[in-house]
């Protein structure tokens, strides 16, 4: 059966705003917010009457990047929560906001000010990613995993910064690192195991000559053994991962 004139016009109209979308986040990302709707339509290689009959202006389009962007970190929380153990479930998804939004400002600005935006989108999308992040954090202090004075606000603005940190160091790796340290110190002091983050980390670490001292997918201090081809990943997991992005690579 084949489809319908008026369903393959829905189906067009949405791959023209998923474009459009795509486009926008990384016209946004690359240039800043001040780009023109006529320079992201040659951008997406389409019409500026196709982005104004979804965007009637830039303010909704600025919005509704922003928005869609924010609520993806909301599905990833709600990952975090349902695979992992409180603790790594609130560090491992703070990692992955410094990580995705090192490169997106703009998205860490809506989260932390205050703007007078036109539409109840971005607030609503921002009210979505505080309760997920509330929820990572009470159960984190159930299970006794963080600081008990940490509040959900802290934490916004922690990632805010950790981004910037990690964006603006030159070797991302050590960025990373110091974003870690960073994190360590919202850890019960009780807590006396050195933490294992699950970050994404692309960047390999290139260390001495005897062999890495770190992970090189998560960053985790490696044992290293008295004999034997030094380590490179910390378990089958991290070795999992890499292999994996070879693979995509």
């Not at 929820?135 to 805010?160: K, M, P, Q």
């Not at 160091?169 to 994190?183: P, T």
Request: with cysteine.
């Amino acid at each position: 059966m084949t489809a319908s004139p008026a369903g393959a016009g829905r189906a067009d109209a949405r791959h023209n705003r998923e474009i459009v979308l795509r486009t926008a986040a990384r016209v946004f990302a690359e240039e800043g917010l001040e780009v023109s709707l006529s320079r992201i339509a040659r951008r997406a290689d389409v019409g500026a009457g196709t982005v104004y009959r979804h965007f009637p202006s830039k303010e909704i389009l600025v919005e509704t990047v922003l928005a869609e962007q924010i609520e993806g970190l909301v599905r990833a929380a709600d990952r975090w929560r349902t695979r992992a153990t409180p603790g790594d479930a609130l560090f491992g998804f703070l990692l992955e906001v410094i990580e995705t939004s090192a490169g997106r400002h703009n998205a860490c600005d809506a989260l932390t000010t205050d703007r007078d935006w036109p539409h109840a989108v971005l607030d609503a999308a921002k009210r979505h990613f505080d309760e997920a992040l509330d929820v990572l954090l009470r159960n984190a202090e159930r299970a006794g995993a963080i600081r008990a004075d940490v509040r959900t606000e802290d934490l916004v603005a922690l990632a805010s910064g950790g981004a910037a940190l990690y964006s603006a160091h030159r070797n991302r790796a050590r960025g990373m690192r110091f974003v870690r340290l960073l994190l360590d110190g919202l850890r019960a002091p009780a807590v006396t195991e050195a933490a294992r983050f699950r970050d994404n980390h692309p960047h390999p670490r290139h260390e001495t000559a005897d062999g890495p001292r770190h992970c090189e997918e998560c960053g985790a201090r490696l044992r290293i053994r008295a004999s034997g081809r030094p380590p490179r990943y910390c378990g089958p997991a991290c070795r999992q991962r890499a292999h994996r992005r070879r693979l995509a690579g």
